[in-house]
Nanobody, 121 residues
Framework: QVDLVQSGGGSVQAGGSLRLSCSAS????????MGWFRQASEKEREDLAT???????TYADSVKGRFTISQDNGKNTLYLQMNDLKPGDTAMYFC???????????????RGQGTQVTVLP
């Protein structure tokens, strides 16, 4: 069992920045992958970024160059730094984890509780 607890989020003006955090219980030294997803109102859930235990990252084109996924292994914490935020980034953001990487929400068996990000015009 891997528990994920999210923090961060909130409201920000367009062009601003926010950082999301996701604290994870240990993976017991197994290989793992963690990712960030978001779901806006009346839209499908969208994959944003992933990072594995080797530090290899992937990004969706919609956030590449603006969002950065990172991890602090010592704190078992995943981050999503979001810069140059746009009103279109308004959504509920979720962290997720599993023992292999996927671009699909269904590929991650462990999910955070979600945190709202609202970008004001």
């Amino acid at each position: 069992q891997v528990d994920l607890v999210q923090s961060g989020g909130g409201s920000v003006q367009a062009g601003g920045s926010l950082r999301l955090s996701c604290s994870a219980s240990r993976f017991n030294d197994r290989s793992y992958c963690m990712g960030w997803f978001r779901q806006a109102s009346e839209k499908e859930r969208e994959d944003l970024a992933t990072i594995d235990n080797d530090g290899t990252t992937t990004y969706a084109d919609s956030v590449k160059g603006r969002f950065t996924i990172s991890q602090d292994n010592g704190k078992n914490t995943l981050y999503l730094q979001m810069n140059d935020l746009k009103p279109g980034d308004t959504a509920m953001y979720f962290c997720a984890a599993d023992f292999s990487c996927s671009r699909l929400w269904s590929g991650f068996g462990y999910r955070g509780q979600g945190t709202q990000v609202t970008v004001l015009p």
